[in-house]
């Protein structure tokens, strides 16, 4: 869109918020509250285009998936097949699941509008006409207040048979998750529409080519979603410029756990840990010291503090070893037993596997049943060494990425916090006072 | 006793036919739909649902026991779900449930004598940044502290007392 952009207007960078817009207490639940705010201008835009030059147009705003792994959502659109003839969908990504993540639950409960306009667009630039949005169903509110949006849209001609006049027709319906956090797996997340338990399918295909039904489809994240409007409204190239090379626009931070402030905190991709940290959360907890950062939700590797001087964004949060994840930074200040952190993230994977594959069935149990009984006082020499060689075992070796999921943050907080697992080990207890 | 969907369910559920091109995909929303409607689903309750999509029972039965909030068993009036993952962890929900184990009398998995209450430890619920949070049937319950559920148990007591006929209403539906 940049090159249809008025080239003699100074070159002012849009500023912020561009997704966290409501100010504390605020929702914006009403349509017309949200068109005074220049709300659809960035559909109007995109229904003027070619459908193809929307998914060119995203793909060079590098927007990358925010529901954690980082793919580009533009080359994701690109994928499907151009010579089929079957119905495509668009499927969005509404389970938040993973712990330590709270980002799309804002959209879903006071922004539900941004999230609308992304799916109309990517329905559009995807060619779809029918879009599900797939709601974890303890989301009883936050379901209601997106039917609710779904309906004013309907009742205003943005959705539904030709929309805003431009013979374009798509109809938008949520569906409710019932308890199940795998169903976050965009493969079981099909499955679960389809009626079925959410079990993680093989692949190939993909998605794009046997997805929903059947049929072509695309899944992606609420806040990926959120994010496709400001491509349109800002131009691939500002929207580029809103993060870093390779890995544009804005992203939302979850920080939670020993920190002042925890919260909701937007920020350029790319933005330092430690000023999410210290500056946004307000640092930690009578200022204790840190003993570590789970970065980007419950699956992804622990840093240490001497290891928080990195920038936000997926190439370099792997280049540091970790992940960006879904960018649900979680704090624990010294004095918390890092075993018992691990035991509540280990007994999450044991639980929430579907059983489908031996290594992640049996691995997850064994894994949460090792570091049970260390941190219980039942350790044995050799453990530590154990429970990486378990993890190894799972990695890479099941269908879909909750083996994996269960198994870094095992690797990750034995390798960092081994004198500690050690010391339990030795010692026969838990050497925290908990609390 | 045959069991029925209300005036109000019935039309969401032929509401939920038409959004799907199979009628397979319906049985969750409708499942969410029964679980609330009967309080949980007894197995009359899935026959029902199985009739109702024309599917097997089989089909039905294999798919709700996937899901931990279509529920196999009765809960109390009040179902009280105690976030027990990281963020909630590091933020004190031990000590919540500790304290809600104690006042309640019972155990995660288990309800009260008078039918009031139930309680259960649950998974993240993406409420991690005003953690710890507990969830009451639909509502969430956030930055908790012993002395905010000891407020809420006595508001809820007297809301059972107040009101009759209220269920524990568990998953949204649309
Ligand atoms: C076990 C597991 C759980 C997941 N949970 C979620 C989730 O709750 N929300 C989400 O958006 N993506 C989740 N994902 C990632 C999805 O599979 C998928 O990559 C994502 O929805 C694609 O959207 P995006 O490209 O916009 O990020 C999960 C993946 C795995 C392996
Ligand atoms: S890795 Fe685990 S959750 Fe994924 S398909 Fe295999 S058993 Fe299921
Ligand atoms: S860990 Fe409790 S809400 Fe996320």
């Known amino acids: 869109m940049s090159e249809n952009a008025d080239r003699s207007a100074p070159p002012t960078p849009p500023t912020g918020p561009f997704l966290l817009r409501c100010r504390p207490g605020e929702a914006i639940l009403r349509l017309d509250d949200h068109l005074t705010r220049g709300g659809f201008e960035p559909v109007r835009k995109a229904l003027a285009m070619d459908p193809d030059a929307v998914t060119d147009e995203v793909k060079r705003a590098s927007l990358r998936g925010r529901g954690g792994a980082g793919f580009p959502a533009g080359v994701k659109w690109g994928f499907l097949p151009k010579d089929n003839p079957k119905p495509r969908y668009l499927v969005v990504n509404a389970d938040e699941g993973e712990p330590g993540t709270f980002k799309d639950r804002y959209f879903l409960e006071r922004d539900p509008f941004p999230l609308l306009e992304g799916v109309i667009i990517a329905s559009y630039a995807i060619r779809a006409n029918v879009s599900y949005i797939y709601i974890r169903g303890e989301f009883v509110k936050q379901i209601r207040v997106v039917e609710d949006a779904i309906r004013q849209l309907y009742d205003r001609g943005f959705l539904g048979r030709n929309v805003l006049g431009t013979g374009y027709s798509l109809d938008v319906y949520v569906h409710p998750g019932a308890g199940a956090y795998v169903c976050g797996e965009e493969s079981a997340l099909l499955e679960s529409i389809e009626g079925k338990p959410g079990r993680p399918r093989n692949r190939p295909p993909f998605p794009a080519q046997v997805g929903l039904f059947g049929c072509p489809t695309i899944i992606n994240n609420v806040e990926t979603m959120a994010c496709v409007p400001l491509v349109l409204r800002h131009g691939a190239d500002a929207f580029l410029k809103m993060g870093v090379p390779g890995d544009g626009g804005p992203k939302i931070y979850c920080v939670s756990g020993h920190v002042k402030r925890p919260g909701l905190y937007e920020a350029p991709m790319g933005t330092n840990l430690k000023r999410i940290i210290f500056e946004f959360a307000g640092g930690t907890l009578d200022d204790r010291p840190i003993l570590g950062v789970i970065p980007g939700g419950s699956s992804t590797p622990v840093l240490t503090a001497d290891e928080l001087d990195v920038a936000m964004d997926f190439n370099s949060m792997r280049a540091k070893g970790s992940m960006l994840g879904s960018a649900a930074t979680v704090v624990f200040t010294e004095g918390t037993c890092p075993v018992a952190v691990l035991l509540r993230i280990s007994r999450f994977y044991a639980h929430e596997s579907c059983g489908q594959c031996t290594p992640c069935r049996e691995g997850t149990g064994w894994l949460e049943r090792v570091v049970e009984s260390i941190e219980h006082g039942n350790g044995r020499p050799g453990d530590c060494d154990l429970l990486l060689s378990a993890a190894g075992q799972i990695q890479g070796n099941t269908i879909c990425a909750l083996g994996d999921a269960a198994a870094m943050p095992v690797q990750s907080f034995v390798t960092k916090f081994r004198a500690d697992f050690e010391r339990h080990i030795a010692e026969g207890r838990c050497p925290h006072a908990h609390g | ?174």
């Open chain 2, 1 to 174: 006793m045959a069991l029925r969907f209300s005036p109000d369910n019935e039309a969401r559920f032929q509401a939920l036919l038409a959004r799907y091109p199979d009628r397979r995909a319906a049985l969750i929303p409708t499942l969410v739909l029964a679980n609330r409607e009967f309080g949980y689903l007894s197995r009359e309750a899935m026959e029902y649902v199985a009739s109702r999509l024309e599917l097997p029972e089989s089909y039905v039965l294999n798919t709700a026991t996937f899901y931990t909030l279509l529920r196999k068993h009765p809960v109390g009036r009040f179902h009280i779900q105690v976030c027990m993952n990281v963020s909630c962890y590091l933020r004190g929900a031990d000590h919540l449930a500790d304290h809600l184990k104690r006042v309640l009398g019972i155990g995660f998995g288990e309800v009260t004598p008078d039918g009031l209450f139930s309680l259960e430890g649950v998974q993240c619920l993406a409420s991690c940044g005003t953690a710890p949070v507990i969830q009451v049937n639909d509502d969430y319950h956030e930055d908790m502290t012993v002395e905010k559920v000891d407020c809420l148990l006595e508001s809820l007591r007297r809301q059972a007392s107040q009101a009759d006929g209220a269920r524990p209403g568990t998953g949204g539906v649309p």
